[in-house]
């Protein structure tokens, strides 16, 4: 199951690279409140993704050597933007990652069916949700965020 | 003059059995020197000095109100008036501060002028950055203390005329989360319950409401109860050791005291028990809920020992709390501040109707819910839609509810902006601070006090940038930040209705003439209209109405249809003995106690007022998946996990500081300030420690000492008291005006300087009782 194992590794790097991303857009934008205490909590989530797939990893194995998906690991939000505009761009640049970890739990969970995995059907069944959540907090920010941003913003 | 009142805050008892009417008692109270022979008239209306909505009479003398007297035939108070409504109602109105005039900055000073020129001014800077920059630029910050017909026209200009999502109300701070809770349950706002429930319960649940302090008489009609026959069991939820928590123990129910911060650990754990003991309707749930699996599984892990852990809470106290409702055949809930503005306040008020939901507790006499109010006219802001929400309780996401609107305005549909939900209050001071907005209305609110963490609102409001307009009965600490002041009508001076937390409609009729050239709130926003000449498709007056009753009528067709339908009251009709309860329509001429005793709920996609929201991270449900839930009437069981507040204490900052009320003040004062016997019985501000954080600091009761958070810091004197250990209270009434001229604290006793800029997910109301803060002793 080489490639199963490629996409169980994803699904960790990416939750990494999500809860990265969420903590640096939280201290980047500490003086919005909502955002800042929100995107703390969502990184949580994206932790407690890692910890429940943590048995699972150990039993396939991560494997981060095959050159294919590479091309998916998304790069992370090293450093935020300013502004209500540079706000904005980061909640959406948060939307594509995760967008990516919810594909990857999405062909995970595909995986595990075939194998029978019930442990990892669970896992990647109880992320998807929260990733969806995380995505539909991402989406409604964005939209309080843009007509003013766009329009008026100096 | 007597004043029997503050000392004897609730007054006589008259104790009644359980199911039976109860007892009126007339209060009265005339101006030293009046009595009842000498006064000339006696003008309707209603208590504005807090949400319980006491029927009155105004006393006029000489052109000048002099007193007030309860309404022995109204159904809210029976004839009783607090402290606050007997002392605060009417002397403000002839204080000699009043504006009279209004004012515009010169030179960096405010001067007197003429209206003309002040409205000349606003308008020329409202027009240039319409055709500027557009409609984003303006901001609306109003109040829960206008009257309807004034939300309603302010509504009509801000959504039909400038076309700005950015209106909100103080009602922000108070009421938003009752709102919110009963969206998120019910699928739209709609007290469930009614005052009379009282008469009828056999179990009453306080949720973070010390009623016997936030509404006096209310809290009468409850002590009425508990002293006579067959009287129920109290439940208090509150961290302090208050009136209504010694109550509770007096008549055998229970005190539950959580750490500041962690009230939903102690729901999930009460709405866990009724699941573990069959406390639960099954036929019930079945057939009127959705979202029973999910609760449970949030649940599951808050035994009473977790609460215990979590919140401090006696496992067996958790467990004889739920007993006490799982067994009460009329338990009925009541839910404010302590709840609606500490973390997770949306999730844990909604946990209160889940409780009801489980056990079928609803729309029957005794069985219900009263989510309370603030402020008194807070309803009727949710109802109008001058603060976030949308007329007549309509959905932002629903294109045929904001057709109707436009319709009945006969405007284009793209004017009303519903691309986003509305704009908060703390959302708007960030868009000026930022500089996107660049006019901010702001109507008889005092956020320069009021708002957490004040220092930067006052800043927000100096800078030059923005262009703040205050209109107001005096000039508050607020409107000396303004660079147009106008004058306002206060209530007596002018004529509306309001609403009360259990939907009594009352008509409050103009009794005295408002002071110099101050005008009311309606007439400012009609000649603001009329100036900027907003119009509508055909090219005719948006703004059509000039009196109260035209705007009324106008307001009572666009609630045809939905769950606040005024469409069967009249004028005539509220001249009557006594306030009416919406709905009032043609099935229901007469109104309606208790909303729900079908068990139907607003809840359908094409009928609710919004989809709902993920009660930890607020983000929107969308109509599709709305939809997909096929709620068609069945009330929403919602739940969410314990999460810990934003600001933990640390070595620094090892307490809890939490704000809150005092009896005998209102809001910032603007109107008990001004009443020597309300002002004498509390006139400075203090906080409140437990002896052991006392003791350890070196604290002894009446010392001075320095309160601070990683905020701000106040200067006051401390007292001994009723908080628990490890939490610090302090009142929010006071800022820097000082009616009796003798505080010494004066320049350093706001409360909000501490407050975080914070708040609720979904109500997006700030959180006010959750901030670390520390102690010091600074003087005898
Ligand atoms: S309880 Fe409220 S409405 Fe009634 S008299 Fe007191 S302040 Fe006024």
């Known amino acids: 199951m080489p490639h199963l194992s490629t996409y169980v590794g994803l699904a960790d790097h990416s939750e990494k690279t999500l809860a990265d991303s969420f903590r640096a857009v939280a201290d980047g934008h500490a003086h919005v409140s909502d955002v800042h205490f929100t995107c703390l909590t969502l990184a949580g989530w994206s932790d407690d993704h890692r910890h429940r797939l943590a048995s699972v990893v150990e039993r396939y194995g991560e494997d981060t050597d095959i050159d294919e998906p ?85 | 003059m007597t004043t029997e009142r503050i000392d004897d805050v609730w007054g006589a008892r008259t104790p009644h059995p359980r199911a039976t009417a109860w007892p009126t008692r007339v209060d009265l109270h005339l101006e030293d020197g009046v009595s009842e022979a000498d006064v000339d008239r006696w003008v309707q209306s209603a208590c504005l000095l807090c949400s319980n909505g006491c029927g009155c009479d105004i006393a006029v003398k000489d052109g000048r109100m002099v007193g007030v007297r309860g309404r022995e035939t109204d159904r809210v108070n029976h004839g009783r008036l607090g402290p ?159 009136t209504v928590a010694a109550e509770a123990e007096r008549t055998g129910g229970v005190h539950l005291r959580p750490r500041v911060g962690t009230n939903q650990a102690l729901m999930n754990a009460l709405t866990r028990e009724l699941m573990e003991n069959g406390w639960v309707d099954e036929a019930y749930v079945a057939t009127h809920t959705i979202g029973f699996d999910d609760l449970r599984s949030v649940v599951a892990p808050y035994t009473p020992e977790e609460a215990e852990r979590v919140c401090g809470v006696p ?223 055909d090219g005719a007056p948006l703004v059509k109405w000039r009196t109260p009753e035209q705007v009324f009528e106008a307001w009572k067709e666009s609630t045809r249809g939905r769950p606040v339908d005024y469409t069967g009251l009249t004028y005539a009709k509220l001249r009557g003995p006594s306030g009416i309860q919406w709905p009032v329509n043609e099935e229901h001429p007469d109104g309606t106690a208790r909303l729900y005793a079908d068990g139907v709920f607003p809840s359908d996609t094409d009928v609710c007022e919004t989809y709902g929201h993920d009660l930890v991270t607020g983000a929107t449900v969308t109509e599709q998946e709305h939809r997909a839930l096929a709620p068609g009437g069945r009330a929403f069981l919602k739940g969410a996990p314990y999460l810990p507040p934003h600001e933990e204490p640390d070595d620094a900052y090892p307490l809890r500081y939490t704000t809150g009320r005092s009896v005998y003040q209102f809001h910032t004062r603007t109107k008990t300030g001004r009443s020597r016997p309300l002002d004498d019985a509390a006139p400075d501000a203090w906080v409140e420690l437990a002896a052991a954080d006392a003791e350890a600091r070196g604290i002894a009761d009446g010392d001075r000492v320095r309160v601070e958070s990683p905020r701000g810091a106040i200067e006051v004197r401390a007292r001994i008291g009723r908080v628990m250990e490890g939490a610090v209270f302090a009142p929010f009434h006071y800022g820097h005006w000082d009616p009796a001229g003798t505080a010494e604290d004066a320049d350093a006793r706001q409360a909000n300087e501490l407050t975080m800029t914070v708040w609720d997910p979904v109500s997006k109301q700030p959180v006010f009782k959750t901030a670390a803060c520390q102690v010091t002793r600074i003087g005898g």
């Not at chain 2, 960096?108 to 319409?130: K, N, P």
């Not at chain 2, 807070?378 to 436009?406: I, K, M, S, Y």
């Not at chain 2, 868009?431 to 963490?453: F, H, R």
């Open chain 2, 84 to 242: 606050k409504g007997l002392y605060g109602s009417t002397p403000w109105a002839s204080s000699p501060d009043r504006l009279t005039r209004p004012l515009v900055r010169e030179g960096g000073r405010l001067v007197e002028t003429d209206w003309d020129t002040a409205m000349g001014r606003i308008v020329e800077r409202s027009r240039q950055l319409l055709d500027e920059e557009g409609p984003l630029t303006h901001g609306f910050y109003t109040s829960g203390q206008l009257f309807l017909e004034e939300y309603y026209v302010q509504a009509v200009v801000g959504k039909a005329g400038i076309g700005t999502p950015h209106m909100d109300g103080n009602t922000r701070l108070c009421t938003a989360t009752s709102a919110a809770a009963f969206k998120e349950s019910f699928g739209a706002d709609g007290q469930p319950g009614s005052y009379e429930d009282i008469e009828h319960c056999d179990a009453l649940f306080l949720y973070g409401h010390n009623m016997a302090e936030t509404q006096t008489v209310l809290w009468s009609r409850v002590l009425d109860r508990t002293h006579g026959d067959d009287p129920p069991r109290v439940v208090c939820v509150d961290p302090r050791r208050t």
């Open chain 2, 315 to 537: 496992a067996d106290d958790v467990r004889r709390a739920a007993r006490i409702f799982g067994e009460a055949e009329a338990p009925l809930s009541t839910v404010l501040q302590g709840f609606y503005q500490s973390h997770q306040a949306t999730a844990a008020s909604v946990a209160v109707h889940n409780l009801h939901l489980l056990r079928g507790m609803i729309g029957r006499p005794g069985a219900g819910v009263l989510q309370m109010n603030g402020q008194p006219t807070a309803q009727n802001n949710r109802e109008c839609g001058a603060d976030g929400d949308l007329t007549g309780f309509r959905n932002w996401d629903n294109p045929e509810h904001v057709r109707q609107l436009a319709d009945q305005w006969n405007v284009d549909p793209m004017t009303i902006p519903h691309w986003a939900p509305p704009t908060h209050v703390m959302q708007m001071f960030s868009y000026a601070e930022a500089g996107s907005i660049e006019l901010l209305w702001i109507s008889a609110t005092n956020p320069a006090v009021s708002m957490p963490e004040s220092a930067r609102i006052r800043r927000i409001l100096s800078k030059p940038e923005v262009f703040v307009i205050v209109q107001d009965l005096f000039l508050t600490e607020t409107a000396e930040l303004a660079d147009v002041v106008l004058p306002a009508a206060g209530w007596g001076e002018k004529t509306g209705c309001f609403t009360n937390v259990d939907r009594t409609v009352h008509l409050s009729e103009q009794a005295v003439d408002p002071p110099g050239e101050a005008r009311s709130d309606l007439d400012i926003f009609v000649a603001y209209a009329d100036a900027m000449g907003f119009v509508d498709r």
């Open chain 1, 70 to 154: 590479e091309r998916l690991h998304a790069a992370g939000l090293a450093e935020v933007r300013e502004g209500e505009v540079g706000l904005l761009r980061d909640l959406q640049d948060l939307h594509v990652l995760a967008s990516l970890v919810q594909t990857t739990w999405t062909v995970v969970a595909q995986g595990a069916q075939g194998l029978r995995d019930t442990e990892l059907l669970e896992v990647a069944h109880h992320c998807n949700a929260e990733t969806s959540r995380q995505l539909s907090w991402l989406n409604t920010r964005m939209k309080v965020a843009a007509p003013q941003a766009l329009i008026v913003s100096p």
